[in-house]
């Protein structure tokens, strides 16, 4: 088994963290640094109660820079990145350019130009960025990528996704409800389906946008091998009525061709699975998350044109 490895982590106070501290420990690595300007940290004691913590980024960074001026063993050699979204570019470039690798949450990056100047400094300075794109190791996933490529016709697969995942009034009071800074609804909670889709169905040829605002969106997507209507909320009014009326606050659902994708169970393992494929060297690429941060901004910016026949199910109840 390889040395341990050391780890800082950014964003240590956000909902995704703790799935990193576990990963981390589960590879047996250490957790050495972490970051927040919240200090509700108390989870850090579950995993890794002796770490350095931080709420002042200038500390942080003095400490990582002290660190990597020291003797081999006290250098980070990989940082987390669990911040908002629009400082994971600033937060990828602080990693590699600190001498560490760095591992990022969805979405990489708001905008794709951004992986342009990301994989320059990796160039530059010989370090690699690694994303977390955790469904595409999900095995229920990967048999459905290998039956479509094995069945490929010339037929297009007919796909319907909603993902509806209920958040309070502080949802839009928060970051997360702030465009400029998560993305928007579609990039947010979104982000990671859109690149499920080109997983499994190819490149993309076509994007319409059926309806967007700050608590839902619903389009229509081509990729090479399928048609797809999506429709994501986080409003509870649009979970379905009887789910709703049972306490049920979230609901997903994927169709190909009529047939519903189960692949609900086996989510608690991804992220331990991710670190394991980023510390063999397998980590996905910088390159490997254009297609779905293209699909995000471009919702993001397209007109939004009434649906047809092309339109998600969920549309027709509004």
Same mark, same amino acid.
């Given at each position: ?9 950014? $964003? ?55 660190? &990597? ?12 990145? %669990? ?13 590699? &350019? ?5 591992? %990022? ?11 342009? $100047? ?65 993305? $928007? ?19 993309l040829q076509s994007n319409v946008v059926h309806l967007y605002d700050d608590t839902k969106s619903a389009g229509y997507l081509e990729y090479e091998n399928a048609r797809v209507r999506w429709f994501l909320s986080v409003d509870v009014e649009d979970v379905p009525l009887a789910q709703r009326e049972s306490g049920q606050r979230t609901y997903r659902s994927i169709t190909v061709d ?41 919702? &993001? ?18």
């Amino acid at each position: 088994m390889s040395a341990s490895k050391n780890f800082a982590l950014i $964003g240590a106070a956000g909902y995704i963290a703790p799935r990193h501290m576990q990963a981390i420990k589960a590879t047996g690595n250490r957790l050495v640094a972490a970051l927040d300007p919240n200090d509700s940290v108390g989870i850090i004691d579950s995993h890794f109660p002796d770490a350095d913590f931080f709420t002042e980024f200038e500390r942080f960074d003095r400490h990582v820079d002290l660190r &990597r001026r020291a003797e081999s063993e006290g250098k980070i050699d990989y940082v987390s990145i %669990c911040s908002p979204n629009y400082l994971h570019d600033s937060h990828v470039r602080f990693a590699l &350019r600190s001498g560490a690798n760095a591992i %990022c949450e969805k979405p990489l990056v708001l905008n794709p130009w951004n992986i342009d $100047g990301l994989q320059e400094i990796e160039r530059e300075t010989g370090k690699k960025v690694n994303s977390i794109l955790q469904l595409r190791l999900h095995p229920a996933i990967i048999a459905l990528r290998e039956k479509v490529q094995a069945k490929q016709n010339g037929k297009k697969h007919e796909v319907n996704l909603a993902y509806i995942t209920s958040r309070g009034h502080w949802y839009l009071q928060s970051w997360k409800g702030d465009s400029k800074k998560s993305g $928007g609804i579609a990039t947010n909670i979104g982000v990671h389906f859109f690149d499920m889709l080109h997983f499994i169905f190819g490149d993309l040829q076509s994007n319409v946008v059926h309806l967007y605002d700050d608590t839902k969106s619903a389009g229509y997507l081509e990729y090479e091998n399928a048609r797809v209507r999506w429709f994501l909320s986080v409003d509870v009014e649009d979970v379905p009525l009887a789910q709703r009326e049972s306490g049920q606050r979230t609901y997903r659902s994927i169709t190909v061709d009529g047939e519903e994708i189960e692949f609900s169970g086996g989510f608690t393992e991804l992220h331990n699975r991710s670190y394991e494929e980023i510390l063999a060297g397998r980590g996905f690429s910088l390159e490997e998350n254009r297609t779905a941060i293209e699909t995000v901004a471009a919702i &993001r910016t397209s007109k939004v044109v009434p649906a047809t026949d092309n339109g998600h199910p969920f549309l027709r109840k509004k």
